[in-house]
């Protein structure tokens, strides 16, 4: 069936350094992805969002990148910081269907001191 | 604290009882949805409102499983004669799909869930 995941389960990342984490789609109607960040005990939280009409979006210390080509989102965490240790996932959504996020597994990201 | 609540927070259980949850989403917010997480998995969609109306269950709703939402505020997700396979975070989400206090398209606000553990 259609799917979001991720390449990579873990991710341990210097503090201060940046970091990227991807996420591969393969439902091509799908056109709107969002990344959220979910700490241990926590509810996910939404971090940024982006729209199949878009390439790239900046928030705050994040950049979301989506390359509809080959169905690959990624998520760049800029000057990484011990509050950002977190697991991350990507989802999907169709806009005419907005009701429904279709989630990945996450990744797990550490920061190491 | 995004301004959803659900409780309790932790429920343990025995096999074969109901259990009821609950969650009271951000007041404004007309979209309230259910999810199921189990560890390492994202959330898996459950059921959806638009106000008091349920507009969409999931396969993985059984029929031990029933939501409602009866004045389009709070809402409630019962579970009757529990299995061990319950066992899983409980999310609530609440949304508006355009303008208040949603920053985006269906920026979705998770309540902290409910953990469930069926013994």
């Known amino acids: 069936g259609e799917s979001v995941g991720l390449h990579l389960p873990t991710l341990s990342v210097q503090e201060g350094d940046n970091s990227i984490i991807n996420c591969a789609y393969s439902?091509?109607?799908?056109?709107?992805f969002i990344w959220y960040k979910q700490e241990s005990g926590k509810g996910p939280q939404f971090i940024i969002d982006?729209?199949?009409n878009m390439d790239k979006r900046q928030g705050q210390r994040v950049t979301v990148l989506l390359n509809k080509t080959v169905k690959h989102l990624s998520l760049q965490i800029a000057a990484t910081q011990p509050g950002d240790s977190a697991v991350y996932f990507c989802?999907?959504?169709?806009?005419?269907?907005?009701?429904?996020?279709?989630w990945g597994a996450g990744t797990k990201l550490i920061i190491k001191p | 604290d995004t301004g959803v609540s659900q409780n309790p927070r932790h429920k343990i259980t025995k096999r074969g009882q109901n259990v009821t949850f609950r969650c009271d989403p951000i007041?404004?917010?007309?979209?309230l949805y259910w999810y199921r997480q189990t560890l390492g998995q994202g959330p898996e969609f459950l059921t959806y409102?638009?106000?008091?109306?349920?507009?969409?269950k999931s396969r993985l709703l059984s029929d031990r499983f029933s939501a409602e939402r009866p004045k389009g505020s709070f809402s409630t997700l019962e579970i009757q004669r529990t299995e061990q396979g319950d066992s899983a975070m409980y999310l609530c989400?609440?949304?508006?799909?355009?303008?208040?206090?949603?920053?985006?398209?269906?920026?979705?606000?998770f309540g902290p869930g409910t953990r469930l553990t069926v013994l």
């Open positions: 439902n091509s109607a799908s056109d709107y």
């Open positions: 409102f638009q106000n008091e109306a349920q507009l969409e």
């Open positions: 007041s404004e917010h007309n979209r």
């Open positions: 989400a609440s949304s508006f799909p355009t303008g208040g206090k949603s920053k985006s398209y269906n920026e979705q606000f």
């Open positions: 989802a999907e959504n169709k806009m005419d269907s907005n009701y429904q996020l279709i």
């Open positions: 982006i729209r199949s």
